[in-house]
């Protein structure tokens, strides 16, 4: 059993910047990768960045030079930087991690980008 715990969102303008964090109830390098995705309201949960336990780093287009992956290994907390946040990015955003033939996700924060 992993357990993902996300927290960090909220509400803020056009421009500004959060910091979502997702700690892991399981060692991160033993996860294979660790995935961020977000959910529009009346829209399908999609990817957003994800790393692996190697460090490696991939993003979608969309966010690609705004937000930033990165992890904390003695914490076991992957964190994304979003910098730069538009109204379009507003979403519940999930920490995802397939590990041992099962699938967890976390319970969501809520990420609002607003004027």
């Known amino acids: 059993q992993v357990q993902l715990v996300e927290s960090g969102g909220g509400l803020v303008q056009p421009g500004e910047s959060l910091r979502l964090s997702c700690a892991a109830s399981?060692?991160?390098?033993?996860?294979?990768?660790i995935y961020w995705y977000r959910q529009a309201p009346g829209k399908q949960r999609d990817l957003v960045a994800l790393?692996?336990?190697?460090?490696?780093?991939e993003y979608v287009a969309s966010v690609k030079g705004r937000f930033t992956i990165s992890r904390d290994v003695a914490s076991n907390t992957v964190y994304l930087q979003m910098n730069s946040l538009k109204p379009e990015d507003t979403a519940v955003y999930y920490c995802?991690?397939?590990?041992?033939?099962?699938?967890?996700w976390g319970q969501g924060t809520q990420v609002t980008v607003s004027s």
């Open positions: 995802y991690a397939p590990f041992q033939g099962r699938n967890y």
């Open positions: 399981e060692s991160i390098t033993s996860i294979p990768i």
């Open positions: 790393i692996s336990n190697m460090g490696s780093k």
